[in-house]
């Protein structure tokens, strides 16, 4: 039996060695040692290639790359620059003429300089979740568009709350005056809510409602990934938001990540 695995791993090694090698694709190019299809789910999803990024050229320079490594490409995030190396020093091939700015970020890891409040403090017990978390617990395993730390939410309509009340992030009024076509956006994964469970947000400009917006308005098994983005005039100077989730039942649940602004 040993002898066997031996041999069917030794044929699957070598495979990987000599064939071409395809990413969303069985039937990679004859002409390319590794591609990528961009579209999939029968092509209703489309993607592009992401190089590797670094935030300044200091990163850039701790990349140790040596004469071998021509043809070596990474994006640069401060100066919105393609670089290659040439094998002697890195070379500027493409800067984006315009390139966002972002003001304020609140993703619960690193990025945290969007304060916020919370209507009802955090709780984590017995699958009653209002809190931030890297998991919703057991059987949560879709919950795969947020990522890191997030705001998690799961049977909302619990002993602890004592009712099915709105659960509600308020994020601080931002200063937008120093950049245009300014955007607000926020990802959301939620999961089979039903009658009764709700997802709604409330943008304001200069602390005027713009009414509020329904993301999720329960009806049957409601499941749903995404990224809300909302474009800002340019004649407003500040912008908040708030978003609100009504839930009930441990079997359904959502998460809430990645809130920014950015412009240009």
């Known amino acids: 039996m040993r002898r066997f695995f031996c041999i069917v791993f030794t044929h699957l090694f070598s495979l990987i060695l000599y064939s071409q090698v395809g990413i969303g694709t069985i039937n990679p190019s004859n002409a390319a040692m590794f591609e990528i299809n961009g579209i999939s789910n029968g092509g209703t999803k489309?993607?592009?290639?992401?190089?590797?990024?670094?935030?300044?050229?200091?990163?850039?320079?701790?990349?140790?790359?040596?004469?071998?490594?021509?043809?070596?490409?990474?994006?640069?995030?401060?100066?919105?620059?393609?670089?290659?190396?040439?094998?002697?020093?890195?070379?500027?091939?493409?800067?984006?003429?315009?390139?966002?700015?972002?003001?304020?970020?609140?993703?619960?890891?690193?990025?945290?300089?969007?304060?916020?409040?919370?209507?009802?403090?955090?709780?984590?017990?017995?699958?009653?979740?209002?809190?931030?978390?890297?998991?919703?617990?057991?059987?949560?395993?879709?919950?795969?568009?947020?990522?890191?730390?997030?705001l998690g939410c799961r049977d909302l309509d619990n002993p602890i709350t004592g009712t099915n009340f709105l659960h509600e992030i308020a994020f601080i009024n931002v200063d937008i005056s120093s950049i245009i076509n300014a955007r607000l956006a926020f990802d959301y994964d939620v999961f089979q809510f039903d009658n009764g469970d709700d997802v709604q947000y409330e943008v304001f400009y200069d602390n005027v409602s713009q009414g509020v917006t329904n993301l999720v308005n329960g009806t049957g098994d409601f499941t749903i990934e995404g990224t809300v983005t909302v474009n800002i005039p340019n004649a407003v100077t500040n912008v908040r938001l708030t978003l609100g989730i009504s839930q009930n039942g441990d079997t359904d649940f959502a998460g809430f990540d990645n809130f920014r602004i950015y412009g240009e």
């Not at 050229?57 to 190396?85: C, H, K, M, N």
């Not at 409040?117 to 568009?145: A, R």
């Open 46 to 150: 489309f993607g592009g290639f992401m190089p590797p990024r670094v935030p300044t050229q200091v990163q850039r320079d701790a990349i140790p790359a040596a004469s071998t490594d021509i043809g070596l490409l990474v994006f640069v995030e401060d100066t919105a620059t393609y670089q290659i190396w040439n094998g002697i020093y890195w070379e500027s091939i493409y800067t984006l003429s315009t390139h966002a700015i972002t003001l304020v970020v609140q993703d619960f890891d690193t990025n945290i300089n969007w304060n916020y409040s919370l209507n009802h403090p955090v709780y984590n017990m017995n699958n009653d979740i209002w809190d931030l978390v890297t998991t919703l617990g057991p059987g949560t395993t879709e919950i795969d568009k947020v990522n890191g730390y997030f």
